[in-house]
């Protein structure tokens, strides 16, 4: 592809599916963070996972505040929140 041309854009209703797919998979992360929180432990918890994890998502945070693709930016602002939460109850509970 050239540098003059860009892809189609995709439908408006298959962005709102991504929308829900994306948070509705990076909603993994506030499981962890709840079963840390609720169980007051995270003996069996990656810290390392969990950081390359934060590492990932906010990249893709800037990737889509860049191209300004709200899809992305909204979805990985939830996974960034989710993550820092796992995290920080590895933090207090491990």
């Known amino acids: 592809m050239s540098e003059h ?3 189609a854009a995709p439908p408006r209703w298959y962005e709102r599916y991504m929308l829900l797919v994306a948070t509705g998979g990076n909603g993994i ?7 840390i929180f609720s169980e007051e432990s995270a003996k069996d918890v990656s810290w390392p996972a969990f950081a390359v994890a934060l590492w990932a998502v906010s990249s893709w945070f800037l990737y889509g505040y860049f191209k300004r693709d709200w899809v992305i930016i909204i979805a990985n602002i939830i996974a960034v ?13 491990r």
């Open 5 to 7: 041309t860009s892809p």
């Open 29 to 35: 992360f506030y499981l962890q963070a709840w079963k």
């Open 81 to 93: 929140i989710g993550a820092s939460l796992v995290l920080v109850g590895i933090a207090i509970h």
